[in-house]
């Protein structure tokens, strides 16, 4: 099986046809779509009250950068579809998103290598789109990079923490490095040199190691994704998808 063809997907399958300016604006939405439905899973669960609320604090942050992304994306397309429909009616071969936002939580240092190597692409990412022809897209990406900056400086002073901390806190960080590797080549192909240059030092300052591992899955920004997202996408979008249409 072809490393871009995942969770079963006939291969040649097409992905909805989109304009280019669409189909960007809905990968970056996806993409924090995801991730706040994972990090929201944390609530309740993470391991101090501290965390807990950070971890809440930015998956609020990713959902209103999502939200405003997908706004965005219907005024581009006019066709009537909000926020709404885009997030909960379209199926997981219309998601456009990174494989890494989707993989699960984990433990905690799997879910902080995870933040760090995400932050570490969107705070290339808005930097870029900051200076957009989009003047809407421009706005969005100056406000979520303001926000980045302090995901990052949280995801970033925990994997110094937990990879330079005990020797449990270590073998944890490290086979989180290990365990999601293999999806990082989405997130460097747009700013290889920036993306793996500030990586690498962030693992160098953990004491941590990117593997040799040859093997990296791709796909997601086509349509093809690991089994994780179905299951993320079933529990997120059930209860509109059985009473359509309701009010709160």
Not at 172 to 177: E, F, G, K, L, T
Not at 188 to 200: L, T
Request: hydrophobic letters at 40%; aromatic letters at 10%.
């Amino acid at each position: 099986m072809s490393d871009q063809i995942l969770s079963g997907a006939p291969q040649g399958t097409p992905v909805v046809d989109l304009d280019p300016p669409l189909r960007t604006l809905l990968s970056h939405a996806d993409d924090n779509m995801v991730l706040a439905q994972r990090l929201g899973e944390w609530i309740s669960r993470a391991p101090e009250l501290e965390i807990d609320i950070a971890l809440g604090n930015i998956a609020l942050d990713h959902l209103g950068v999502a939200r405003s992304l997908y706004t965005h994306a219907g005024e581009l397309e006019g066709a009537e579809r909000t926020e709404n429909d885009f997030a909960m009616r379209r199926t997981e071969r219309e998601f456009l998103n990174l494989l890494l936002v989707e993989q699960p939580n984990g433990d905690f240092a799997q879910t902080i290598v995870r933040q760090v190597f995400f932050d570490v692409y969107q705070g290339v990412l808005w930097g870029d789109l900051a200076g957009s022809e989009d003047e809407t897209l421009a706005g969005i990406a100056a406000r979520a990079g303001k926000e980045t900056a302090y995901h990052h400086e949280f995801s970033t002073s925990w994997l110094v923490r937990l990879g330079d901390g005990t020797e449990e806190s270590h073998f944890r960080s490290q086979r989180a490095v290990d365990a999601l590797w293999r999806f990082t080549a989405e997130l460097a192909a747009p700013y290889p040199d920036n993306w793996r240059a500030a990586i690498d030092d962030l693992l160098a300052r953990a004491g941590l190691m990117a593997p040799e591992d040859p093997y990296q899955r791709s796909g997601g920004r086509e349509g093809y994704h690991t089994e994780h997202l179905g299951f993320l996408l079933a529990e997120m979008q059930w209860m509109d998808r059985t009473y359509p249409g309701m009010e709160w």
